[in-house]
């Protein structure tokens, strides 16, 4: 079974807003066996959407549109569709119950006619109730291919897929199994991996795909399984797997289910009932955004202090001014200095700090751009470790909070093991 997803909207084009609804829906529909094979971004503009859904009519099993449902003049979906079904509009009486509901008991003002319009629909579709907003979705078929149209707005499209279209699909297609498996590697690049598991990869069987996907101090290594049989496509993964843990165990440092490593550190440091807190200079926070961005993290992650000048480092954390005198701010001892400091001050078990130069041009130090020391205070003691990433500015920030989650990974497993 085959999908497309389309989202309308001149300002995804102009980038004045970033498609994150496509990766959500892509992310469903993997779950339950449906292929993605194309993704566009298109205007607001009739034709454009007609020619649009012409070239992808039996090509695919389900288009699936986000955008272009709210009341104003341009949003033109609805319009669309009708055209394209030979069909028009009509009131959902359902609709026009919900939206006057939610706006004058909810909102507790006036419903106008442009909110009464949110229930205009395809007098042949099947409306897909959205309990979250005044726009609803839509379901019409075409031949071999249905077009489902969501509203833009996220949250709205993302309780539609969750509530309406997932249990749909299931319930109406036979799809096959599509098995994930992905493995977390650190500390060589993607060339170097590929030459170490070369054979092991020439030797997958042809219904197991590997992909590479690097990222900035890492590698991950999806396995992909298609078939009927899901007990036999899990146990080629968990067999391939075990393999390849035997050519590359020395950089695998853990399984990412569909999850980021933020993700997986905040089961582990869950597991164990531990807690987490950064100090940050040169990484200005990410640390803390990446870790804080986990539902639930705030049971294990307590804050940040983002150390970024040299006196916030003194004054708040309390690190040592002869200390920053002898070795300067980019430095293991001030680092370690910073870690145990917020580890002290937050009262957490672990606590991560970096001191760096990211660029482009030096601050209070004279280390050389790119220069960055990572220090992860544990109950056992504080780790230091000095890396250069180079240039530009974004690659070493982005580097440096990788790594920094790396290292602090790979301590919570010595535990765990």
Same mark, same amino acid.
């Given at each position: ?13 102009? %980038?004045?807003?970033?498609?994150? /609804? ?36 039996? $090509?695919?099993d389900v288009v699936i549109v986000t955008g272009g449902l709210g009341p104003t003049k341009d949003d033109v979906t609805k319009k669309t569709f009708c055209e394209y079904f030979n069909d028009e509009l009509v009131v959902d009486q359902k609709v026009l119950a919900h939206v006057t509901e939610l706006i004058e008991g909810f909102y507790k003002r006036p419903i106008s006619q442009l909110n ?20 609803? %979705? ?10 489902? *149209? ?20 299931? $319930?109406?297609?036979? $799809? ?24 092991? &990869? /020439? /030797? ?10 690097? @990222? ?30 035997? #050519? ?8 990412? &289910?569909?999850?980021?490593? &933020? ?28 870790? *804080? ?21 003194? /004054? ?19 680092? *370690? ?19 760096? @130069?990211?660029?482009? *041009? ?30 530009? $500015? ?11 989650? &790396?290292?602090?990974?790979?301590? #919570? ?5």
């Amino acid at each position: 079974m085959k999908a497309a997803i389309i989202t309308i909207g001149d300002e995804i084009l102009i %980038g004045q807003i970033v498609d994150t /609804n496509s990766a959500f829906i892509a992310k469903s529909l993997d779950r339950i066996g449906v292929e993605v094979v194309e993704m566009l971004s298109i205007s607001d503009d009739k034709k454009h959407i007609l020619d649009t859904f012409a070239q992808l009519q039996n $090509r695919v099993d389900v288009v699936i549109v986000t955008g272009g449902l709210g009341p104003t003049k341009d949003d033109v979906t609805k319009k669309t569709f009708c055209e394209y079904f030979n069909d028009e509009l009509v009131v959902d009486q359902k609709v026009l119950a919900h939206v006057t509901e939610l706006i004058e008991g909810f909102y507790k003002r006036p419903i106008s006619q442009l909110n009464k319009d949110q229930a205009l629909v395809p007098s042949t579709c099947t409306v897909l109730h959205n309990k979250v907003g005044t726009a609803p %979705g839509m379901w019409m078929k075409k031949e071999s291919t249905v077009f489902i *149209s969501l509203p833009g707005v996220p949250y709205e499209m993302k309780y539609l897929v969750e509530e309406e279209i997932i249990p749909k699909i299931v $319930r109406e297609y036979k $799809r096959p199994y599509i098995i994930h498996k992905t493995i977390l590697t650190y500390g060589q690049g993607e060339s170097l991996v590929a030459e170490r598991i070369e054979q092991w &990869e /020439n /030797n997958l069987p042809e219904f197991i795909k590997l992909a590479y996907l690097p @990222n900035p101090g890492r590698v991950r290594l999806r396995l992909t399984a298609r078939g009927t049989n899901k007990e036999e496509l899990e146990e080629a993964i968990e067999s391939n797997v075990q393999s390849l843990d035997a #050519i590359i165990h020395d950089i695998i440092v853990g399984y990412e &289910e569909n999850e980021t490593i &933020e993700t997986v550190i905040g089961k582990l440091l869950s597991k164990q009932n531990k807690t987490i807190s950064t100090a940050e200079s040169c990484t200005g926070g990410r640390i803390a955004s990446l870790l *804080s961005s986990v539902p639930g993290s705030s049971n294990y992650f307590k804050g940040s202090i983002v150390s970024y000048a040299t006196e916030v480092k003194a /004054n708040v954390l309390g690190v040592s001014q002869n200390l920053i005198d002898e070795f300067s701010v980019v430095s293991a001892e001030v680092a *370690s200095a910073m870690a145990l400091s917020v580890k002290d001050l937050l009262k957490t078990d672990y606590a991560l700090a970096t001191t760096g @130069n990211a660029g482009p *041009s030096k601050g209070d130090s004279d280390a050389e751009i790119g220069t960055v020391f990572i220090a992860l205070a544990t109950p056992n003691g504080v780790i230091v470790e000095e890396f250069n990433f180079g240039q530009p $500015r974004e690659k070493v920030i982005d580097r440096a909070s990788v790594k920094s989650l &790396e290292i602090l990974q790979k301590e #919570i497993l010595k535990i765990v093991q």
